[in-house]
Every structure is written in structure tokens, then in C-alpha cells.
């Protein structure tokens, strides 16, 4: 048996392009519109691009506590190569929003290089970036002179203990002066992603943590702070 997944296909207005054509897709309505389009004809609009495979935590359903094999610098997207890719899905698929992610972005020693060039080339588009916050309490108004528009927090849990367990590392701290950073900064709203795991940080889980952490912080009513939990699989930030 084969299951053929739905992923988008490039593809131009009058319906031809790589993939299956419109007339062997049963169902398909013809006249698709251009870019990417999945077999239903749902148009993909965002595009996510991972900028490296390397991370400074270790998180216990991400990856073992030695790390992984990295990827060499050869097979990992330079800072040209990540613009040219993202001027063609713009300029050619219909992207309307870019969001970079990881691993963790902010170990990339070219990442405030990689956002203005892009924010050079795209001066309207609406650029995220996916982070675990270490490190970002300095880096988060570079982030945004250099044109970054939002942040996205992976934050599985506000108490210390379970946080280094579930990450391997001590960081709690790190992580919400990141946040603040990031709110000061502009990077507004600031949405906190969290994968809820039973029995190791669920008690956790909206209303309780993330009500009483905003309420203490006074950004439930500033809209600083949305939370997004999910209890999907765990990926990468
Ligand atoms: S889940 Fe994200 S923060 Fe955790 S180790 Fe993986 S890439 Fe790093």
C-alpha cells in the first residue's frame, strides 16, 4: 500500500509545474492558483527554514544528552543561499511569511547578518524566529534593529528543577530574562510554546502556570505574553 502525502508542489497558474499534474489528481479543481499548492489546492503561504541543526540545551525528547553527530558546514545552508531561497519562495511561490527556526538560531554566529540581508530583500515581510531564549536577553534589540518582527519561546516549564531535568541544563533564568529582553525590545507578542508531557510538567499546563506567571508579570492584560501549548510531538525549537 502507499500513502501519498500532501505536501505542496510548486506549480503555475495555469495548473502545470513539478508534482502531479491538476488532471491526475482526482478531485483536483482546475485552474489552481500559483505556488504552493497541495493536492486539496490549499495554497501554502509561510515558510519555514531551519538555520541550524545545533542547540545549547538538551532537551530529553529532542536529543541525547551528548548531542548529536552536527552537520558539517558544507551541508548546512550559507547566509547567500538561505536569501536566494527565501527571494524564490517570495518572488515565485507566494510566500507571505518567513519563520526561522532550529535547532536553536541564536548559536548561528551569522544570524543578525542572515536577518537584515533579509530584511533588506523583503522589507514588508513578516519574519519570526523560533528560539529557546538562552542568550537572547542580549541579543533581542539587535534582533530587532536588524529587522526581526517576533519571537517564539520554547518553554516547557517555570519551575527550576523541572526545567533542567526536562532540558539538561540550568537555565530557567537565562530563558526569562530572554523573554524580557525580547518584550522590551519590541518583539511583541512574545508566544511561549510548550510540549505538555504527563506526569513531568502537565500540573503546569494554562490556567495554572502561565496564569500566574502572567499575572505576576502584569502581561496578561498587555497582551505581552499569548501561550500556545501543544502536546503534539516534540520537534526541534
Ligand atoms: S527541543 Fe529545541 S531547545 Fe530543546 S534541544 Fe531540541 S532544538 Fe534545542
Not at 181 to 201: E, F, Q, T
Request: with cysteine.
Amino acid at each position: 500500500m502507499s500513502v501519498q502525502l500532501g505536501m505542496p508542489q510548486p506549480r503555475a497558474e495555469d495548473g502545470s509545474g513539478a508534482g502531479t499534474s491538476a488532471a491526475q489528481v482526482p478531485g483536483r479543481p482546475a485552474g489552481m492558483p500559483a505556488g504552493l499548492v497541495d493536492r486539496y489546492g490549499r495554497r501554502a503561504t509561510d515558510m519555514r527554514l531551519s538555520l541550524t541543526d545545533k542547540c545549547n540545551l538538551r532537551c530529553t525528547y529532542c536529543m541525547p544528552a551528548e548531542g548529536l553527530e552536527w552537520l558539517s558546514k558544507q551541508a548546512v545552508m550559507s547566509a547567500e543561499e538561505i536569501v536566494r531561497i527565501v527571494r524564490i519562495g517570495v518572488d515565485m511561490l507566494g510566500v507571505r511569511e518567513l519563520r526561522l527556526t532550529g535547532g536553536e538560531p541564536l548559536v548561528r554566529a551569522d544570524l543578525m547578518d542572515i536577518i537584515s540581508a533579509l530584511r533588506h530583500a523583503h522589507p514588508d515581510l513578516p519574519i519570526s524566529m523560533t528560539t529557546n531564549a538562552v542568550g537572547l536577553d542580549k541579543k533581542a534589540a539587535g534582533l530587532k534593529a536588524a529587522g526581526l518582527s517576533r519571537i517564539n519561546v520554547s518553554l516547557d516549564s517555570l519551575h527550576e528543577e523541572t526545567f533542567t531535568q526536562l532540558t539538561r541544563r540550568p537555565f530557567l533564568n537565562k530563558v526569562l530574562a530572554g523573554v524580557d529582553a525580547a518584550w522590551a525590545a519590541g518583539l511583541g507578542p512574545v508566544k511561549l510554546n510548550a510540549v505538555l508531557m504527563r506526569g513531568i510538567n502537565d500540573v503546569e499546563s494554562p490556567p495554572c502556570w502561565l496564569g500566574r506567571w502572567t499575572a505576576a508579570t502584569s502581561c496578561a492584560s498587555s497582551s505581552r505574553c499569548r501561550s500556545t501549548p501543544t502536546t503534539a510531538g516534540p520537534a526541534g525549537t
